[in-house]
């Protein structure tokens, strides 16, 4: 098949699936075209790099950044603060109610006052400041739970076909090749295999999910036809993912299909103080194994990749070998840029290198120790509030807790704690939840009050909030 007319074929079945989709939701907001738009630059590639065709890592780009990217964000972002403005969003609320990530916030920007270069520090902020806005948007609609799983659903539509497309069609931007090694390198439409593998990973966790949420209504007609879609679109993610070859990312996605399963399951659901405590446990016993019995080496050579985990344990004793303050780190976003990334890139094993590797080590290079546990704090309130704020018939919990539980682990080998990466960007639209209001303001449905099952024709895979007006 021509390459011209395999686009066209996957634009004219992207319209369809998206028009007539059976698992639309009604009642949600052209608004959240704005966030799905936001999302998809952020798990794909920059508009300049689309334009251009390939990926840059030039220090100067780096550093300076893009007019037309930076002019694309902009717009987005005021779009989206018109769009909380139009809805009168309580801010006030929003801040008391989630003081842990407002610390991290607010220490973020307090940082770019000690960065070597902080007019880019700032920059970065300020764009990373949308990827919450962004997130705001979807759950301060009408229907949040709704809203943010047609974003979610909207992002698989679109990422999981094009990847297929742009590698077996346009291999030009779909496939590239390693510099050191020569072999074959899978990306689709994002920059790496990594990225691939991170777009599968979110996409192949949320169809499992909402497969798994509508099953037991398998038999009616409108939910079949949605598990049929889901279905083939795990077909299609499975099959990428092993395109990508992200160790990381296959092994996070079983991780986060077993925690779904748990959350859903009978003997947890009976027993929830149990589920818990279990899942952070999990992963402290994983730390405890990884540094203390190197379980990291040897679960490496099983998923087929070397004992030092592909040399990112020589890269994490190069960055800790350049001494960054301890307490506050370089600043925001500013250990890869300016002189830092000068004395990263000296050495051949980091040459070209412009992430660590690991989210904790990342956030310690940039933030330090106070910036590590703010972020730590947050992760600790957010699973906290998915246990109290989502009420135990809600669906969605098993959602948001498997999502909190892959960020963990996939930050152990991969840098996600970052607003211009879409594993966070997922894990905010499930963790971000806005304050409980009692009453609730008349019109809008609050994911955090007393719940009822959603019985609509079209078999809603979560309960909704009741108001009464």
Same mark, same amino acid.
């Given at each position: ?6 686009? #066209? ?8 699936? %998206?028009?007539?989709? =059976?698992?639309?939701? @009604? ?7 704005? !966030? ?10 920059? !508009? ?32 989206? /603060?018109? *769009? ?7 801010w006030g609320d929003f801040f008391a109610g989630n003081v ?53 659903? @909207? ?17 030009? *931007? ?8 020569? #072999? ?26 909402? #497969? ?14 949605? *598990? ?10 499975l099959w990428l993912l092993h395109r990508s070859d992200s ?18 399951? @009978? ?11 279990? /899942?952070?446990?999990?992963? &402290?016993?994983?730390? /405890? ?15 087929? +990749? ?17 001494? #960054?303050? =301890? %307490? ?47 972020? *730590? ?11 109290? +704020? ?38 905010? &639209? ?40």
């Open positions: 098949m021509p390459p011209s007319v395999a686009l #066209t074929l996957w634009l004219v079945l992207l319209l369809a699936l %998206l028009a007539l989709d =059976p698992a639309k939701e @009604r009642g949600t907001s052209l608004a959240l075209w704005v !966030p799905v738009t936001w999302i998809f630059i952020v798990a794909t590639r920059l !508009p300049s790099q689309w334009l251009a065709g390939s990926v840059s890592i030039a220090e100067g780009s780096l550093e300076e950044g893009n007019p037309l990217d930076r002019s694309i964000f902009l717009v987005l972002i005021f779009l989206a /603060i018109g *769009i909380l403005v139009a809805r009168s969003f309580k842990a990530l407002i610390s991290f916030i607010g220490f973020a920007l307090l940082s770019v006052s000690w960065s070597e270069t902080p007019f880019i520090a700032f920059k970065r902020w300020f764009r990373d400041l949308g990827n919450y806005l962004m997130v705001l948007v979807a759950w301060s609609d009408s229907r949040p739970m709704a809203a943010v799983t047609t974003v979610l659903r @909207r992002l698989g539509y679109l990422l999981i076909p094009l990847s297929i497309l742009l590698i077996k069609y346009y291999p030009s *931007i779909g496939v590239g090749f390693n510099v050191w090694t020569g #072999t074959t390198m899978y990306a689709g439409p994002a920059t790496s295999k990594n990225g691939l593998g991170v777009l599968c990973l979110i996409s192949g966790l949320f169809f499992f999910w909402d #497969t798994l949420a509508r099953w037991p209504e398998r038999r009616r007609r409108p939910v079949t036809r949605i *598990i049929l879609v889901n279905l083939a679109f795990l077909a299609m993610t160790a990381t990312s296959r092994v996070c996605l079983g991780i986060g299909c077993l925690v779904i399963l748990a959350v859903q399951s @009978r003997r947890f659901t009976s027993n929830p103080a149990l589920l818990k405590t279990l /899942i952070p446990l999990c992963f &402290l016993l994983y730390v /405890i194994l990884a540094w203390g019995f190197d379980i990291n080496g040897k679960l490496a050579q099983a998923v087929g +990749r070397n004992p030092n985990l592909t040399e990112r344990t020589d890269v994490w004793r190069i960055l800790l070998s350049l001494h #960054t303050n =301890p %307490l506050v780190g370089t600043g925001y976003e500013s250990f890869w840029v300016g002189r830092w990334l000068r004395l990263v890139w000296e050495h051949k094993e980091t040459a070209g290198l412009n992430e660590a590797h690991n989210g904790y080590l990342e956030v310690y290079l940039n933030l330090g120790l106070i910036g590590l546990l703010l972020l *730590i704090g947050f992760l600790v309130s957010s699973y906290r509030a998915m246990w109290k +704020r989502l009420a135990p018939q809600t669906r969605f919990r098993s959602l948001a807790l498997g999502l909190w539980t892959v960020l963990l682990f996939y930050n152990v080998t991969e840098a996600a704690f970052r607003g211009s990466q879409f594993m966070w960007s997922a894990f905010l &639209l499930g963790a971000l939840f806005l304050p409980a209001r009692t009453p609730a303001r008349a019109g809008v449905i609050s994911p955090l009050a007393g719940v009822q099952a959603d019985r609509t024709a079209r078999g809603s895979p979560f309960e909704v909030a009741s108001v009464r007006r």
